[in-house]
């Protein structure tokens, strides 16, 4: 019995992690690309090259509205495969975005508790090809916020939870970045 358990198992983590890739779910994104480059992917700019000027990027960074777009951002990702919307709960949103703040957040150590969560960190230098007098930067954060997880099995069985009916999100800017934080039951 004890092999049979084993092997139950063994094949439904093997089908979980098989169930996200980026073949069978591509990015849908119209500023980035994911490339592998061996082990890792990465995401890097659709259009141009990273550059590492940055301030044109700060000075239009506008942290309320990048939060007031996240839960559309969101259904939209969840929209792209094939899954239903969230509502946002506020709370949760309050408890991740307080969680953004903490230093451990920025090490992407991710907290326990009644809750799934994504953790990663969104340098200046992602956004750094984009002309914030040709896009709401603010919109194109708040979608690259759910873009930053994809190609990891584990962050998008999470975002893409079938199950989910609410969600809660956190940013904080810091000098040189966003701490994001994703939040659901």
Not at 148 to 177: E, Y
Request: charged share 20%.
């Amino acid at each position: 019995m004890k092999n049979v358990v084993i092997i139950i198992i063994g094949l439904l983590s093997l089908s979980l992690k098989a169930q996200y890739t980026l073949d069978t779910h591509p990015l849908y994104s119209d500023v980035w690309v994911i490339k592998n480059n061996g082990n890792n992917n990465i995401l890097t700019p659709k259009y141009g090259s990273l550059q590492f000027k940055v301030d044109h990027i700060k000075n239009a960074v506008d942290v309320d509205k990048i939060k007031n777009y996240l839960l559309s951002s969101y259904n939209q990702f969840r929209s792209d495969y094939g899954l239903g919307p969230v509502t946002e709960d506020v709370k949760m949103s309050k408890d991740a975005n307080i969680y953004t703040t903490n230093p451990l957040a920025k090490q992407l150590v991710h907290v326990k508790g009644n809750f799934n969560e994504c953790l990663a960190y969104l340098p200046f230098t992602l956004l750094s090809h984009l002309d914030p007098n040709k896009v709401d930067i603010n919109k194109v954060i708040a979608d690259c916020y759910f873009d930053r997880f994809v190609g990891s099995p584990g962050h998008m069985a999470i975002l893409l939870k079938q199950n989910v009916s609410v969600a809660g999100f956190g940013i904080t800017q810091d000098n040189s970045g966003f701490v994001v934080c994703f939040r659901n039951h």
